[in-house]
């Protein structure tokens, strides 16, 4: 039976820890794109991101029934999304960020005007350069909307680092930034 | 006076601030031009950032997923009948290859060589019953078994000849 999509995450984790594939299902679908764009931010390719989408689910599967509802759910998802974008950055450490180049065709609002295109490539380019922690910190803050205190429990790191780390990432892309994008 | 600090403007922006921290900042604001200016220009890249709107390209999970699991549920129910498989393989092969090796160490140790078989002239000195001219069985009596012991002990024809 399809679950019902006013269900609590909560409640969707305790379904899913009985062996409830639509539970599961619809706790995917809820939060598939938040995830998907997070992974693909941060590592800047799709494909890494389907991956790593695909891996956190799955450990969300297999973790169902030690799952405690301690805090909110989506902390939790994104912590296991952080430590596995962490990991594949690790796993490719010496190498730059990828800027894959089809990136615009393939995420790219076709109906916004060109020139939206170009500064969010520009942007998009400007996040890449940032050191792995600055840019982790930064997508978390601006583009999920979490807070300094939420990054913190997320990455495991002290509100201080988090502090800093988002101070840097934004003098950063106010200096990459050309001063035209900012007005 | 005392500037805000960088990670305050940030949160401003953000509407993260609580209420309190939010007037005693915006107080300072209004009357401190370089802060005002450093909060224009964080607000302003807030907005910046928000043109890199990245969206899935059609990408669902869910499908992905469901073929995963049913891998996994099949590769959890397979391993018995797969070790047992496994495990009739691994035997046979070792039955194998004890049988070859016990074979090549016979083969290959003089000691354990089959014991020879009887010269065929043995056979020859020890006449059957059939052979023999003197039939006990037929005649068991003192006279037979005397008749019988004389012809045992009677040296052959040919054997006189060789000596």
Redesign the interface.
């Known amino acids: 039976m399809p679950a019902d999509p006013q269900v609590s995450d909560h409640e969707l984790m305790a379904r899913t820890a009985t062996g409830d594939r639509e539970a599961f299902a619809t706790l995917v679908r809820r939060h598939q794109q938040a995830i998907l764009a997070l992974a693909y931010r941060f590592l800047g390719r799709w494909d890494l991101a389907e991956d790593i989408g695909q891996e956190t689910f799955l450990r969300i599967w297999s973790g169902a029934k030690r799952y405690e509802p301690r805090a909110e759910f989506r902390t939790w998802l994104y912590r296991v999304v952080a430590n596995l974008c962490w990991d594949q950055r690790r796993r490719r450490a010496s190498a730059p960020l990828s800027i894959v180049d089809d990136c615009l065709d393939r995420c790219g609002d076709a109906a916004l005007p060109s020139e939206r295109n170009e500064l969010a490539d520009r942007v998009r380019r400007a996040i890449a350069e940032l050191p792995d922690r600055q840019r982790l910190a930064l997508v978390l803050h601006r583009y999920d909307g979490l807070s300094h205190q939420a990054i913190a429990e997320i990455t495991g790191w002290s509100s201080a680092a988090v502090e800093s780390c988002l101070v840097r990432a934004y003098e950063h892309l106010r200096n990459s930034l050309a001063a035209k994008d900012l007005g | 006076m005392e500037h805000v600090r ?2 305050e403007l ?2 401003l922006a ?1 509407g ?1 601030l609580g209420a309190e921290s939010r007037a005693r900042v915006l107080q300072h604001l209004e009357t401190c031009a370089a802060c005002g200016r450093a909060f224009e ?2 607000r ?3 907005a ?10 059609g ?4 499908a ?3 073929r ?2 049913e891998n996994r549920s099949q590769i959890i129910l397979r391993p018995f009948w797969g070790s047992a498989a496994q495990a009739g393989r691994v035997a046979a092969a070792v039955l194998l290859g004890v049988g070859l090796g016990y074979g090549a160490a016979r083969a290959l140790t003089p000691g354990s060589q089959p014991a020879p078989t009887p010269p065929v002239i043995a056979q020859a000195d020890t006449p059957s019953s059939a052979e023999s001219p003197v039939d006990v069985l037929a005649d068991p009596s003192p006279a037979g078994l005397y008749a019988a012991l004389l012809d045992m002990t009677a040296p052959a024809d040919d054997e006189e000849g060789q000596s």
Do not use: F, Y
């Open positions: 960088p990670t940030i949160q953000a993260e220009q964080q302003r890249l807030h910046v950032l928000d043109a890199w709107n990245a969206v899935p390209p990408i669902d999970l869910v992905g997923l469901e995963k699991l």
